[in-house]
């Protein structure tokens, strides 16, 4: 399901996208992104939210966009299974 729904909100057209609505977009993508460990794909999708955060709509979710960039994975991790504690 997840290829489906990374599929959907990676295309470089918006027409393409399984939602119009960008903050839902942002914020799912860059968690698939950082689950995969695409360090370079997510620094692309975190650099395009936190432009869009700098219109008058939008700036509001500024914070959201600063919060979501911490979760940008660390080059050589592995991603393939979740953190135990």
């Given at each position: ?41 997510f ?37 393939s ?5």
């Amino acid at each position: 399901m997840s290829r489906t729904v990374y599929a959907g909100l990676a295309d470089g057209n918006p027409r393409n996208w399984i939602t119009s609505d960008r903050l839902t977009r942002f914020p799912v993508l860059l968690a698939i992104l950082a689950k995969r460990g695409d360090t370079a794909a997510f620094d692309i999708i975190a650099a395009e939210f936190e432009e869009w955060c700098k219109q008058k709509h939008a700036v509001v979710y500024a914070p959201l966009a600063a919060a979501m960039r911490k979760l940008r994975p660390t080059p050589n991790e592995d991603h393939s299974h979740p953190a135990r504690g």
